[in-house]
C-alpha cells in the first residue's frame, strides 16, 4: 500500500515538530523534514527529539533563509501538505538578536510560501503563528478577531509571517492556514524556556544539583497548554475544505508563580524556599497576560484539550527528575 500524503515539515527537529512528525506517521504519512547543518553531527546530540523516528522519515539539508535550499526542498518533496514550524522561537532572544529573529521568522515564511506557490501551489499550508502577536492585549479573551499589538520583534517578526500567509490565501488562492497558538509545552520543551527551565530546577533541587532557582517575571499570566494537543490542531486545520485563522488555546491561565508551586509540590518542595528574583531573565517589555478563546476551533475543527495543566506539569516534573 503506497502512502496517503506527502508531508513537508520545517522545524522537525523541535518540540513540535517532533510530535506533528509522529502524528502524521500514525495516520500512514511520507514525512520530510527540513534540518539546517551544524557542526555536530553525531545524530544523538542533533535529533534527541526525533532520533526514535529517524528511520521512518527522510531528512534535507536546508535554512530557512536561504531560498535557494528551501526550494531544492520543496522541489524534491512536492508536498500536499506543509508544516511550517522552523522560527527563532524565544522570544527572549529575539531582544538580543532582532536581526536573525526577523530574517528567518518574516523572510524565511515569505521564502517557503514564494517556493510552495511556484513549484506546487495546491498544497496546503500551515504557519506557526503565536499569541505573541496580541502582545499588550486589546482585549480578552483574545480571539481570532483580536487586534494584534506585539511586544517583542518575535512577536512582530510572526505578524508579519501571519500577514504574508493571509496574503498568500487571498492573493493567489493558496490553501495557506495560520494557527494562532498560545503557549504549550510538554517534556520536550527547550530548556530556555520558563515553564521546562521550572521542571528542570525542581528536579535538580530536589536531587541536591542545584540550591535556587533563579527567574525573572513571576506574576506574567500565560494560558499554557500540551504540545500534544495543539499539533493536532495544526493538522485539523489542513483537512478542513477551507484556509483559515484559528486561535488554539485552553481557556485557562496560571501565572508563572503558579507554575512553580505546582512543579515543586509534586516533589514536596516549597518552591518558596529556592526561587530568587534574577534581573536578567526580566524582558524589555513583556507580556503579561494571555488568555486564548479556542471557539472557533472547537466548532470547526471539533478541536478540544485531552491534557489538563496539572497532568502536563506532572509529566514534565516526572520526566526532568
Ligand atoms: P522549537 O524552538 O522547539 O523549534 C524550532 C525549530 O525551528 C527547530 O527545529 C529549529 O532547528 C528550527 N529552526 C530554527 N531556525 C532555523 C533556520 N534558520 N532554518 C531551519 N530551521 C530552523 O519551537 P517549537 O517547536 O516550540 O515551536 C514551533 C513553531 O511554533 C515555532 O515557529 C514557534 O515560534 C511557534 N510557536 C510555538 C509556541 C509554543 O508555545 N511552543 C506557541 C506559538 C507559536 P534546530 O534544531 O536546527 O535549532
Ligand atoms: P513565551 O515563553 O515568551 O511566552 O514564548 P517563555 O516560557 O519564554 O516565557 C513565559 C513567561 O515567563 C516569564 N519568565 C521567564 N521566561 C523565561 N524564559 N525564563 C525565565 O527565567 C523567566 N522568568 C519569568 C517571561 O518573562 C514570560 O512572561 C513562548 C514561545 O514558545 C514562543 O515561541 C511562542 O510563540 C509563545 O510562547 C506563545
Known amino acids: ?132 502577536m496580541f502582545g499588550e492585549v486589546l482585549q480578552t479573551p483574545q480571539t481570532e478577531k483580536t487586534p494584534f499589538n506585539p511586544r517583542s520583534i518575535y512577536g512582530i517578526s510572526k505578524c508579519v509571517g501571519f500577514h504574508l500567509t493571509k496574503h498568500y490565501r487571498t492573493a493567489y488562492g493558496m490553501h495557506a492556514s495560520s494557527g494562532i497558538l498560545f503557549n504549550h509545552e510538554g517534556p520536550r520543551r527547550g530548556y530556555e524556556f520558563v515553564t521546562r527551565k521550572i521542571s528542570r530546577y525542581a528536579a535538580k533541587i530536589k536531587l541536591g544539583l542545584a540550591k535556587t532557582l533563579p527567574l525573572g517575571n513571576l506574576s506574567a499570566v500565560r494560558d499554557w497548554g500540551h504540545a500534544q494537543d495543539y499539533v493536532e490542531a495544526q493538522w485539523l486545520m489542513l483537512q478542513q475544505d477551507q484556509p483559515d485563522d484559528y486561535v488554539v488555546a485552553t481557556g485557562v491561565t496560571h501565572t508563572v508563580y503558579e507554575f512553580c508551586k505546582a512543579a515543586f509540590g509534586l516533589l514536596s518542595l516549597k518552591c518558596e524556599d529556592y526561587i530568587t528574583v534574577d534581573e536578567r531573565f526580566k524582558r524589555p517589555s513583556d507580556v503579561n497576560f494571555l488568555l486564548g478563546d479556542a471557539t472557533k476551533a472547537r466548532k470547526v475543527l471539533g478541536w478540544k484539550p485531552k491534557i489538563s495543566f496539572e497532568d502536563m506539569v506532572a509529566e514534565m516534573v516526572r520526566n526532568d527528575y
Open 1 to 132: 500500500m503506497g502512502k496517503t500524503k506527502t508531508a513537508l515539515l520545517t522545524g522537525v527537529t523541535g518540540q513540535d515538530g517532533s510530535y506533528l512528525a509522529e502524528l502524521l506517521l500514525s495516520k500512514d504519512y511520507e514525512v520530510h523534514g527540513v534540518v539546517r547543518r551544524v557542526a555536530i553531527e553525531d545524530g544523538d546530540v542533533r535529533y534527541t527529539r526525533i532520533k526514535h523516528i529517524l528511520k521512518d522519515i527522510t531528512l534535507h539539508s536546508g535554512s530557512i533563509e536561504s531560498h535557494q535550499s528551501i526550494f531544492a526542498a520543496v522541489n524534491i518533496v512536492k508536498p500536499d501538505e506543509v508544516y511550517h514550524l522552523a522560527a527563532q522561537s524565544f522570544v527572549g532572544e529575539s531582544f538580543a538578536d532582532e536581526f536573525t529573529t526577523m530574517k528567518v521568522n518574516s523572510e524565511g515564511t515569505h521564502n517557503i510560501l514564494s517556493c510552495c506557490r511556484s513549484i506546487v501551489p495546491d498544497c496546503r499550508f500551515y504557519f506557526a503563528g503565536s499569541s505573541e
